[in-house]
Structure formats: C-alpha cells, structure tokens
C-alpha cells in the first residue's frame, strides 16, 4: 500500500526560476493538501485541492504561488520567480474525502521536497 | 484562526523515563487533535489522535489526553526508547481540512 508520494525529494533553483513540486496522494484518497515546513518552524497550511477543484487556499502567498490537481496525473505546486525565503521543506498530505461538521479525516504526509533557492 | 502552542522545544530524558510534551489551542470549535513524530529527513508520521468527544486514548506505549475547558492536549510516552527520538508536533483543526501545527518538540532518548 504506497504512501503518499513526492517527487523531486531535493530541489535546487537559482534565484528568479521556477520550482515544480509533484505529489501523488495515497491510493484510494482524492484529496490534497500542501503544507510549508521552514527551518526550526512547525508546519504552515498552504492550499487544499481535490480534483481539478482548488478547495481552500487561505494559506498560499498571493503572487508567484499555485496549485493543481488535474483528473490525471499528480498534484503541482508551482513557484515561479523563486526567492531565497522560499527555501524550506514542502510537504504534500492527502485524505480519502473531505471532512464534514463534526468530523476531521486524517492526513497522511509524505516525505516532503526540500528547496534550496541559491 | 487557530493558534497553537507546544511546550517544551526540547526534552531529553534517559531510557525507559516517560515523556510528557503539552499543548493548548485557542480555537473552541476544534475537534480533533493528531500528533505526527518526525524524524530527520523524513515527512511527518500520524501516530495518534484524539477527537473532542473523548478525553483520553492510549495506543501501547503511547497515549493522549485532551481537556477541552482548558484546551489543553498532552502527548505521554511510557517507557521511552532510544527510537523514539524524534521532532514530535501537536496540531488542531481549523474547520474541516486545515490543520495548525506547534512548533514541535525535539525528544531526544538517551540510552
């Protein structure tokens, strides 16, 4: 039963690229969730998708910053223009289906991608 | 929005102590609260949660206990081990998907 899946787990970009991160949730889980781990920081909520549909993304800065969750294929988080106080751990959970009143579904992570911007 | 406050930063205990690490919330509505353990490297591992309805739940050597008047949680490890040496954080939800994380606490089990 694979986990939930990140790819690259290392990623080094000069100042002013661009920075795609991929996540494949848990098998049989259609919803995602991007969280920002910065050095000696708890987790920080980014966005939360399910399907071609961006759910909740109170957390994402306002420029440079989306996401995606196509039908097919992984969930994108894409930086464009990187800045070297992007760099920090971007971790990826995923849940079976969406919580409701009352009731919170667990997250599972996965291993995370840590961005360098130099 | 939620906020939530973990305490100690660091614990070091011997092998075999138990370990207690704390938190409080501030939002009243939250209703459920997972603890991740997360190694070096690694991305954070559920290892128990609890939900609002219940004030205490042990998994072997692992339990939590919640006090929703005072919104507190507490995380207690009997029996420490040197695996057990970790970054451990508390979070709480906030509504139905997002989830505030503390700081986290570095448990660090000497042999």
């Known amino acids: 039963n694979a986990g939930v899946m990140q790819n690259p787990r290392h990623l080094v970009r000069r100042r002013g690229q661009e920075a795609r991160l991929r996540c494949s949730p848990m098998?049989?889980?259609?919803?995602v969730y991007w969280y920002r781990q910065l050095p000696e920081e708890g987790l920080k909520f980014m966005v939360y998708l399910q399907k071609e549909n961006i759910i909740d993304e109170s957390g994402m800065p306002k420029e440079r910053f989306s996401a995606e969750f196509p039908k097919e294929g992984p969930s994108i988080l894409r930086i464009q223009q990187v800045v070297r106080g992007d760099s920090a751990a971007y971790f990826c959970?995923?849940?079976?289906?969406?919580?409701?009143?009352?009731?919170?579904?667990?997250?599972?992570f996965g291993p995370g991608t840590r961005l360098t911007v130099t | 929005g939620e906020n939530v406050e973990q305490h100690p930063s660091t614990l070091s205990v011997q092998e075999g102590d138990s370990a207690v690490i704390k938190c409080t919330y501030s939002d009243s509505a939250s209703n459920y609260f997972p603890w991740y353990k997360q190694e070096l490297g690694k991305g954070p591992q559920l290892i128990i949660d609890?939900?609002?309805?219940?004030g205490e739940k042990k998994d072997q050597r692992i339990a939590v206990t919640l006090n929703k008047t005072a919104k507190h949680f507490s995380l207690h490890i009997t029996e420490t081990q040197p695996e057990d040496s970790a970054v451990y954080f508390c979070?709480?939800?906030?509504?139905?998907?997002?989830?505030?994380f503390g700081k986290g606490t570095m448990l660090l089990v000497s042999p």
């Open positions: 609890i939900r609002s309805n219940v």
């Open positions: 979070a709480a939800n906030s509504g139905y998907s997002t989830l505030t």
């Open positions: 959970a995923s849940s079976p289906s969406a919580g409701g009143p009352g009731y919170f579904h667990e997250q599972y």
């Open positions: 098998k049989g889980h259609s919803h």
